[in-house]
C-alpha cells in the first residue's frame, strides 16, 4: 500500500469532502480516502499500482483544483 497526501483548492464543506471521498473510491485499488476542507488535503491510501495522475485526475473531474 502507499500513502499520498493531495492539497486541493475548492473544498468548502463537508458535503465537497463527501464528493470527493465518494469519487476516488470509485478507483479500483483505493483502500481508504480522508477529505479536510479545514486542511484542504485529501489522504488516500491504495494499492501500489495505482498512480497519483490518476487521483489527481478523478479530482479535477468533479471539479476541484490540485495545488
Known amino acids: ?9 475548492g ?4 458535503g465537497c469532502e463527501n464528493r470527493i ?3 476516488l473510491k470509485t478507483i479500483d ?7 479536510s476542507h479545514v486542511d484542504g488535503t485529501v489522504k488516500v491510501t491504495a494499492k501500489e499500482d495505482v ?3 490518476v487521483l489527481t485526475e478523478k479530482i479535477e473531474d468533479i471539479g476541484y483544483e490540485i495545488v
Not at 2 to 9: A, E, G, L, P, R
Not at 29 to 35: E, W
Open 1 to 9: 500500500m502507499k500513502d499520498y497526501v493531495i492539497n486541493v483548492k
Open 11 to 14: 473544498m468548502m464543506c463537508g
Open 21 to 23: 471521498q465518494n469519487a
Open 29 to 35: 485499488g483505493v483502500d481508504t480516502v480522508v477529505a
Open 51 to 53: 498512480s497519483l495522475s
